[in-house]
């Protein structure tokens, strides 16, 4: 049994209709239907344990429980505008102990100079930005191929 977790924090469930200039058009009950596929055919034998909050409270108390899930393989987070802002974010990511991927379905560095930090990338193996949904499932497959150094 092993379980891989994904994170959507503050405002993610608005996409498909919130921006889709810069989000798309697809909403993430949709993105997820296709994230399950995806990790059927690629990586069988995982379940897919995920949250979409827009309280924060919430999304640390999820972290905690990756942390203390056994079976966890990693995960991915999309924090949101969290990402820019929460320093609770970046201390639960910091506990959880198995690798995390941050990502973003917007190219963060090519937009406004709030969004070009971000506070849990330290705590990530590393960030996929600006390829919409399809950065979620690159984001799965950096983290089965990741080998910690
Ligand atoms: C986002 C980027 C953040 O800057 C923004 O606040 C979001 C979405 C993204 O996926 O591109 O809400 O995390």
């Not at 810069?22 to 990790?39: E, I, K, V």
Request: net charge negative; hydrophobic share 40%.
């Amino acid at each position: 049994m092993r379980n891989v977790y994904l994170l959507q924090g503050i405002n993610l469930i608005r996409v498909g209709k919130r921006e889709p200039v810069l989000y798309g058009n697809t909403s993430w009950p949709d993105a997820r239907l296709q994230l399950q596929h995806w990790l059927e055919l690629h990586w069988p034998g995982v379940s897919l344990v995920d949250c979409t909050t827009t309280s924060e409270q919430e999304a640390v108390e999820f972290l905690h429980r990756m942390a203390d899930d056994p079976h966890a393989v990693g995960g991915l987070i999309n924090p949101g505008a969290w990402t820019h802002t929460s320093l609770a974010m970046r201390d639960a990511a910091a506990g959880v102990g198995s690798p995390l991927v941050e990502v973003h379905l917007s190219h963060t560095y090519a937009r406004e100079s709030f969004r070009k930090s971000s506070l849990v990338a330290s705590e990530c193996v590393g960030t996929v930005s600006g390829f919409g949904w399809l950065g979620y499932t690159l984001g799965f497959q950096a983290l089965l191929a990741y080998q910690p150094a």
